[in-house]
């Protein structure tokens, strides 16, 4: 759809995260004008890649899917994403020792059961494990099988991004949304971008989008929270057979989780042989500490200890990314939906997984069936 500057957009979206992408084309795909500003130069947040020369499908991010069987049918049919397990499936890891991943859910079902048990309300508790599967499968994760799609985060937005365009959503990037005003009269939103002006009928923000600097709201409200957040992807010379796909570390000094995307990568037909490329997320604290090559060093000696990778393995590479991003204070919150609904509306975006199972009812029948991605690619 052609970009004019007298257009008036039924609904302009901030940022391009995979549920704001999906939220697009769920908007399109109802009948409205839909456009998309970015302010980088790819598509996907969070879940994008690091533009390398040498590996051009490096995520960003350290990522999963926690979501039901009808979530991931969603995104299989309906998305067109070619969805894998985990080999292993995810675990975390508490000093030395793996778990598998949620297992902490099932102390909290045995804690739920004595509290039914002592309120004599145990056929509601055992209703809710019949009926609902997204509890039968938080509360059981032994049973549950996680998923994620063959070729990674960049495999998600490739698809989302050919869908979205498919549906006639408009996306501009490099467009860093400098000015928010709102027009009660005309009951519209102006986006100031790099000298020109987007008029909307709605503002979608997602939880995470930079827009605190941009809003034009009296009083101004304080507080915002600004975070980056470090991972490093680490490609390291092994020859041993892979030994974890996704960790979350508990109380660790240093690491908050880390995911094998060697086999992603492979997908996109990079030649990795004798190779492993490791994504870890850090703590921002622990980042401050030391320069880049001490602290890899030390990420690489804590592979080794946990037997991740091979006592002889080199790292020959790693790439850095420091992503940004905002959260609005409560009290902006309040004030944009108490004055200004339904010009903007913040749309949550900081756990996909929650997002997806939140959305999904509304999202389902607005979709239709889709190929498979390498039918389109």
Not at 166 to 175: A, P, S
Request: charged share 25%; with cysteine; hydrophobic share 40%.
């Amino acid at each position: 759809m052609p970009v004019t500057k007298t257009a008036v957009w039924d609904s302009i979206i901030v940022g391009s995260s995979p549920l704001l992408l999906i939220e697009a084309i769920y908007l399109s795909r109802s009948g409205l004008k839909v456009l998309i500003l970015e302010e980088n130069k790819q598509l996907g947040g969070a879940w994008g890649r690091l533009d390398t020369s040498e590996f051009p499908y490096l995520d960003i991010g350290c990522h999963y899917f926690d979501i039901s069987r009808r979530a991931y049918e969603f995104l299989h049919s309906k998305i067109g994403l070619e969805l894998v397990p985990f080999r292993p499936q995810p675990q975390f890891a508490y000093r030395n020792i793996l778990f598998p991943y949620d297992c902490r859910q099932v102390i909290r079902f045995i804690r739920n059961l004595k509290l039914a048990y002592k309120n004599r309300s145990l056929q509601p508790f055992v209703s809710n494990i019949i009926q609902d599967e997204n509890y039968r499968l938080r509360m059981f994760p032994f049973i549950k099988t996680f998923l994620y799609p063959l070729g990674g985060s960049h495999e998600l937005i490739t698809r989302l991004t050919a869908y979205a365009q498919e549906n006639n959503v408009t996306i501009l990037k490099q467009k860093r949304v400098e000015s928010i005003r709102f027009n009660f009269k005309r009951q519209q939103a102006q986006l100031g971008t790099d000298g020109e002006c987007f008029e909307g009928k709605e503002v979608v923000a997602g939880s995470q989008a930079q827009i605190g600097d941009a809003l034009q709201i009296t009083p101004r409200p304080e507080g915002t929270l600004r975070v980056i957040f470090p991972h490093v992807n680490l490609v390291i010379r092994d020859q041993s057979a892979p030994t974890f796909s996704y960790i979350r570390f508990l109380r660790h000094h240093a690491v908050i989780r880390m995911t094998d995307i060697t086999d992603h990568m492979r997908h996109w037909n990079e030649d990795l042989t004798g190779h492993r490329v490791i994504c870890i997320a850090i703590r921002d604290t622990y980042d401050k500490k030391l320069d880049d090559a001490e602290k890899v060093e030390q990420l690489v000696a804590l592979l080794k200890e946990y037997r991740f990778v091979d006592p002889s393995a080199k790292c020959e590479k790693s790439y850095w990314s420091r992503y940004p991003v905002e959260f609005l204070s409560n009290e902006t919150q309040r004030i944009l939906q108490r004055d200004f609904s339904p010009m903007i509306r913040l749309f949550p975006t900081t756990n996909f997984s929650i997002g997806i199972v939140s959305n999904l009812s509304r999202w389902e029948s607005a979709f239709v069936p889709q190929p498979d991605l390498h039918d389109v690619f």
